[in-house]
């Protein structure tokens, strides 16, 4: 007769490190990091906004009479007033106005699909499979730009290939990101600090079980004279404190590890494959044909570089994490939990997991919970506004730069390239002078807004008279100007994006990291596409995109005396307090 006693031991015993599957999960979460990111650095922020806007300008006439089209008159300094427009259905819109729509669309229709696929994403049997059906939407429709000429009479499908290559990589970023805590539980560090938790957990001399361990809160050495629950002051309770206190450490610093080298793979990539676009840009004289080119090699690189994740992430036979164990440790049901487990899976359903998903997000978004953390949903609508500013302010100076500027693809290439350069440079300097000035966080963030609004500001400039009547440099009138500040918005856009994310973990419910990170990136994407429609607006009504940039400095601006508002010290006992009964 089997030993049904034994077999649960040895399915509940501390984990072993397995350093050739690890490394294997690893390699494929950075791939697809790899190949990913491409887009975003190369077609997504550089040439998709600048194609489209070509697109409509090959197919676009110059007002007033809407006759002459706009390809018949090279762009010049000399025809800076002529402005083009280009006809959708029974409306003329501007042509960079069109890129901005598009662009709006798409990261409207990205949020709803983000929401809606979080259940999903979470569930490791459909993980994989979501991120690879989501990643051949986006680079398929990336390649498709190949097939898509600017003469063809069905050229508008050019901005439904742009809505599903965005949306393709939003949502298989998403399940990507939900590898992440599973990577971290199975690096060595914390797999042998677990495993000394286990053994301590299961210690005859010691009655505080690893559940208990884990909702007493031990999260720095500085918890560890706290009472545990129960009470004592037996050196097997402190022992198992400090334990625990360590596998938390190990964990944070194996989450931010990760999480930094799949940034540092996908900004490598992206300036790798700027420099290799570069060459047929030049070549082909920036024309459309030459831009095309340009996106469907990113779609290229997207899908050749995210066959190695579809070989090496686990799927449906990745073996328990961690955190499953753990759960396991404070159960007594036996064989119960595998056949629970086996129901759950029978009766998983997709649709139900989407209604799930906008559930919880509503039940987040309560009245209640909003009082309850205050600071955190403070800091949640600073950053409504900022990650919608900043985000406009590349879209905006690019189309800029092509549009008033009349700068090449080569050149807006060194745009594309200078910027995420420099925001490396950004990201690593901060903390350092963070360090030796022994400014906060907070204080940091405010200081990096502020900066990042000199750069609209300094725009808003080049309608002083002085500029206006043939000065050749200030105000954002020339070329040259763009070039220094690509390296001044890129070194403070890298530090940003640490600190933003950064400060906001110390206003989260301890334990409910990824939920509330989730309703993070919700705030990030369902802002990004306001600012693109405003500006689109503006350059419709007025005929001169240079106005947004009134509109840019306001909505950051607007948001620093918010940021300030937040009370670091209040917020993070908030969320101490804040538990996740009290959300249902």
């Not at 509109?551 to 300030?564: E, H, Q």
Request: one cysteine or more.
């Amino acid at each position: 007769m089997p030993d049904f006693g034994a077999a649960r031991e040895d399915r509940l015993s501390a984990p072993i490190f397995d350093e050739r599957k690890y490394r294997r999960q690893l390699r494929g979460w950075l791939s697809y990091a790899f190949a990913s990111e491409v887009f975003v650095i190369v077609s997504l922020t550089l040439f998709l906004p600048i194609c489209l806007e070509q697109f409509a300008r090959d197919n676009g006439y110059l007002l007033p009479d809407r006759n002459l089209p706009c390809s018949a008159t090279p762009t010049s300094p000399t025809s800076i007033e002529a402005r083009c427009v280009v006809r959708l259905g029974w409306m003329w819109i501007d042509t960079a106005s069109f890129s901005l729509y598009v662009y709006s669309i798409s990261v409207a229709l990205q949020a709803l699909t983000v929401i809606s696929m979080g259940g999903i994403a979470d569930h490791p049997p459909h993980r994989k499979r979501l991120l690879l059906v989501f990643a051949a939407l986006g680079a398929t429709s990336a390649m498709l730009f190949l097939l898509l000429p600017s003469s063809s009479p069905v050229w508008p499908l050019c901005a439904f290939l742009a809505i599903c290559a965005n949306v393709g990589f939003g949502a298989s970023v998403v399940a990507l990101n939900s590898y992440l805590p599973t990577l971290a539980h199975g690096t060595q560090e914390v797999v042998s600090a677990h495993a000394k938790l286990w053994h301590l957990s299961h210690d005859p001399n010691t009655t505080v079980s690893v559940q208990d361990a884990r909702h007493s809160g031990y999260e720095d050495d500085a918890q560890l004279h706290d009472p545990l629950l129960p009470q004592t002051d037996s050196d097997a309770h402190l022992e198992l404190a400090a334990a625990k206190a360590v596998h938390n450490t190990a964990l944070s610093s194996a989450t931010a590890r990760i999480s930094s080298q799949g940034i540092a793979f996908g900004y490598a990539a992206g300036i790798v494959m700027l420099l290799l676009a570069l060459l047929p840009v030049r070549a082909m004289g920036g024309s459309t044909a030459s831009l095309r080119l340009a996106i469907g090699l990113s779609g290229v690189w997207w899908a050749v570089f995210s066959v190695p994740a579809a070989v090496w992430l686990p799927g449906k036979s990745a073996m328990i994490t961690v955190e499953e164990r753990e759960v396991e440790v404070g159960e007594d049901e036996g064989e119960g939990t595998e056949w629970t487990r086996r129901k759950d899976e029978e009766e998983w359903s997709a649709g139900r997991e989407i209604v799930k998903a906008w559930k919880r997000l509503g039940e987040m978004l309560r009245w209640r919970e909003i009082k309850r953390l205050r600071n955190t949903f403070i800091y949640l609508a600073a950053w409504f506004l900022l990650s919608d500013g900043f985000t406009t302010i590349t879209s905006t100076a690019l189309l800029f730069g092509k549009t008033t500027l009349h700068m090449t693809p080569s050149a807006l290439i060194l745009i594309g390239v200078l910027t995420p350069s420099a925001g490396i440079l950004g990201s690593l300097a901060w903390p350092a002078l963070q360090r030796r000035l022994r400014w906060t966080n907070l204080r940091v963030l405010v200081v990096l807004v502020i900066m990042a609004s000199a750069i609209p500001a300094y725009g808003c400039l080049g309608f002083l008279p002085v500029f206006r009547q043939g000065v050749r440099f200030g105000g954002l009138t020339t070329p040259g100007e763009m070039y220094v500040l690509a390296v001044y918005f890129g070194s403070v856009y890298g530090a940003f994006q640490g600190y933003a994310r950064a400060f906001y973990a110390d206003l989260i419910p301890p334990g409910e990291e990824a939920r509330w990170y989730g309703l993070f990136s919700i705030t990030d994407k369902s802002s990004s596409f306001v600012g693109p429609l405003i500006v689109g607006l503006i350059a419709d009504t007025t005929g001169n995109i240079r106005y947004a940039f009134f509109f840019l400095v306001f909505m950051i601006w607007l948001a620093v005396p918010i940021l300030m508002s937040v009370d670091v010290e209040k917020g993070r006992d908030s969320a101490r307090e804040y538990t996740s009964r009290g959300v249902h």
